[in-house]
C-alpha cells in the first residue's frame, strides 16, 4: 500500500508494507544461521529430531500434558488432515464462519463434505454461537471455528452447543496463534486445532508450514500417518492420505523464533492499543 504526505506544496508517495519478514530476520539471524547450517549439514531435511522437538516445543507452548502436535506442509493441509482424521466425508454437512480465509471452506469441500456457512457477530467478526444452533441438521457432523484476527471465538458457547448434538469441533487457528479463550489457548479447546506457520503469521516460518494439535492419541497417530501418504510403517498405507510433512528446516527455524512468540504477541497488543487510541474520534472511521 501507499500513504500520501504533504510536504509544504509537494505530494509524495511512499509505500508503507504490510510486515517486514527481513526485519524480524535480521534481529534473530545470530541465532537462526547456526542452526540451519548445523541441519543443512546433518542432511536430515525429512522428519527426524528436529521436527519432533519443534512438534514437542510447541505442544508444551499450548499447554503441555496430554497435547500432541503433529507438523504438516500447511495450515490448509492441517485443516484437510483433522476433517480426515475424524472421518468427515462426502454426505456429511460441516457447519464453518461465513468469514474467513478460503481455506476454512475449501478444506471442508476437500473431504467431500459440504461446507454450510454461520454468519459472524459483527463486533468480533467470529462466528457467532446464537446463530449456530439453527444451522445444524441431520447430516451436520462438525464445526471448523475460526479464530480470526487473533480475536477467539466464543468457544464455551459453541462447545456447549456442538457437545449437545455430538458435532466434533475443528479449530482454525491459523491467525490466532498464542490467542486464548477463558485464559486457555485456542486449538485446545476442541477436538483438534489447526495452525499456519505461513511467513506473515505470527509465528512465520521461511516458507509454507503448519501444525494438528490434539489431546486425542488415537486422531494424533491418525494425523501422522495421513499426513505421509496414509502409511503407519514403512510401505504399509492404511489410508489415503497426503503428502503433508513439516519440512526439518522449517521445524529448525520455528524452534529459533517460538520462544519469542509471546513477546511478540504482546507488541501486536501495544500497537494496536496505540491506534485504537491516536484514531479515536476521526469521523467515519
Not at 519478514?21 to 548445523?38: K, S
Not at 471452506?105 to 461446507?115: D, F, H, L
Not at 479447546?189 to 503448519?210: I, Q, R, T, Y
Request: hydrophobic share 45%; aromatic share 8%.
Amino acid at each position: 500500500m501507499a500513504a500520501t504526505f504533504s510536504k509544504g506544496s509537494t505530494m509524495t508517495e511512499e509505500p508503507i508494507p504490510l510486515l517486514d519478514l527481513t526485519g524480524q530476520y535480521r534481529a534473530l539471524a545470530g541465532l537462526l544461521q547456526p542452526q540451519v547450517e548445523a541441519l543443512l549439514a546433518s542432511g536430515q531435511y525429512i522428519g527426524g529430531a528436529a521436527v519432533q522437538r519443534f512438534e514437542e516445543q510447541f505442544a508444551q507452548f499450548l499447554g503441555g500434558g496430554s497435547l500432541e502436535a503433529v507438523g504438516c506442509n500447511s495450515g490448509t493441509d492441517a485443516l484437510v488432515l483433522a476433517l480426515q482424521a475424524l472421518g468427515i466425508q462426502a454426505g456429511d454437512e460441516v457447519l464453518t464462519s461465513a468469514f474467513s480465509f478460503f481455506a476454512s471452506a475449501a478444506a471442508i469441500s476437500r473431504v467431500g463434505a459440504r461446507p454450510v456457512f454461520v454468519d459472524v457477530d459483527p463486533c468480533t467478526f467470529n462466528l457467532d454461537p446464537q446463530l449456530l444452533e439453527r444451522s445444524i441438521s441431520c447430516r451436520t457432523k462438525a464445526v471448523v471455528v475460526v479464530h480470526l484476527f487473533g480475536q477467539a471465538a466464543n468457544m464455551t458457547q459453541i462447545l456447549a452447543i456442538a457437545r449437545r448434538h455430538g458435532l466434533a469441533v475443528v479449530e482454525d487457528c491459523a491467525q490466532a496463534v498464542g490467542a486464548c479463550w477463558g485464559g486457555r489457548p485456542v486449538g485446545t479447546w476442541g477436538e483438534v486445532g489447526c495452525f499456519s506457520f505461513f511467513p506473515s503469521k505470527n509465528l512465520g516460518a521461511a516458507g509454507d508450514g503448519g501444525a494438528v494439535v490434539t489431546r486425542d492419541p488415537q486422531l494424533a497417530s491418525r494425523v501422522r500417518a495421513l499426513r505421509e501418504h496414509g502409511q503407519t510403517r514403512p510401505y504399509h498405507h492404511e489410508y489415503l492420505g497426503l503428502n503433508s510433512r513439516l519440512d526439518a528446516l522449517q521445524a529448525v527455524i520455528l524452534s529459533v523464533k517460538l520462544p519469542y512468540l509471546r513477546e511478540w504477541n504482546w507488541r501486536r497488543q501495544g500497537i494496536a492499543e496505540c491506534y485504537h487510541r491516536l484514531l479515536q474520534g476521526i469521523p467515519g472511521l
